[in-house]
């Protein structure tokens, strides 16, 4: 399920939420005060996670050409 943040208009607590796409908002309540007045704040999605973390699997590493698929990493 997706995660949306909140800011409570009555106290300022930002929360989460994890509920699916289509917001009901009876359901958002802040968890400081109960109150169900809010707004839904931008938030930026998480980069992906690393099954490596963060180091490449790709044995092009070794001869120092990590990422650089297409052959453009030495057109600078």
Do not use: I, Q
């Not at 007045?37 to 001869?63: F, N, R």
Request: aromatic fraction near 6%; proline fraction near 5%.
């Amino acid at each position: 399920m997706p995660v949306f943040d909140y800011k409570c208009d009555k106290c300022g607590t930002r929360y989460d939420v994890y509920h699916k796409v289509k917001e009901v908002a009876e359901d958002v309540v802040c968890p400081a005060c109960g109150s169900k007045s809010h707004k839904k704040l931008m938030s930026v999605p998480a980069a992906p996670a690393s099954a490596h973390d963060g180091e490449y699997s790709d044995t092009s590493c070794e001869s120092g050409t990590c990422g650089c698929s297409g052959g453009a990493c030495n057109m600078n």
